[in-house]
């Protein structure tokens, strides 16, 4: 069971919107930013939003982030079919003394 | 260009030991925080280790402390984790990742260990 709770699965058709959410507590989410990853099929993690909405460059502004309280939310906007990998949501865990992950959203754009 | 190659997986027997390494490139290495995370077969991510610039402070995660050790040369650029005493469950995927602003920014492609008899 992973610290941040993640839902397993989402789907959208291309061009339309979704939104992951991420869930945790007040020594996590709670006190702390949120940052997302992106793996696509047989690669490695890629840095998608980090504190909390901030973008990397090279990033397009379809993906965003939000947080409130203990919850953070991932949103794409006019799905393509080159979304499609699982993405997950991280943060630094003042109890635990390290980062925990969510289990993982695995996105289909069908 | 931000490059991490990461070495040193392989098929190990339980209680055995192994060494990965990372190699670091395209950035100033002895500036940023390092860390280690890995990614059980059709599994999430789970953060092992981290690594403060200096060495100054390490961390781990609970399900790997007492049995791995976190390290790094900045001299050449490199980090390493040492696995003791590895066990089934530690089979994964292991990436180096740099710390950015918050977060992960880079990651290696990742070296398979494989604890198994």
């Known amino acids: 069971q992973s610290v941040l709770t993640q839902p397993p699965s989402a789907s959208g058709t291309p061009g339309q919107s979704v939104t992951i959410s991420c869930s945790g507590s007040t020594s996590n989410i709670g006190y702390n930013t949120v940052n997302w990853y992106q793996q696509l099929p047989g690669t490695a993690p890629k840095l998608l939003i980090y504190s909390n909405s901030q973008r990397p460059s090279g990033v397009p502004d379809r993906f965003s982030g939000s947080k409130s309280g203990t919850s953070a939310s991932l949103a794409i906007s006019g799905l393509q079919s080159e979304d499609e990998a699982d993405y997950y949501c991280?943060?630094?865990?003042?109890?635990?003394?390290?980062?925990?992950f969510g289990g993982g959203t695995k996105l289909t754009v069908l | 260009e931000v490059q991490l190659v990461e070495s040193g997986g392989g098929l190990v027997q339980p209680g055995r030991s192994l060494r990965l390494s990372c190699a670091a490139s395209g950035f100033t290495f002895d500036d940023k925080a390092m860390h280690w995370v890995r990614q059980a077969p059709g599994k999430g991510l789970e953060w092992v280790s981290g690594?403060?610039?200096?060495?100054?402070?390490?961390g781990y995660a609970d399900s790997v402390k007492g049995r791995f050790t976190i390290s790094r040369d900045n001299a050449k650029n490199s980090l390493y984790l040492q696995m003791n005493s590895l066990r089934p469950e530690d089979t994964a995927l292991y990436y180096c990742?740099?710390?950015?602003?918050?977060?992960?920014?880079?990651w290696g492609q990742g070296t398979l260990v494989t604890v198994s008899s």
């Open positions: 990742a740099k710390e950015g602003v918050s977060g992960f920014d880079y």
């Open positions: 690594i403060s610039w200096n060495s100054g402070n390490r």
């Open positions: 991280a943060a630094w865990d003042d109890s635990l003394n390290g980062w925990v």
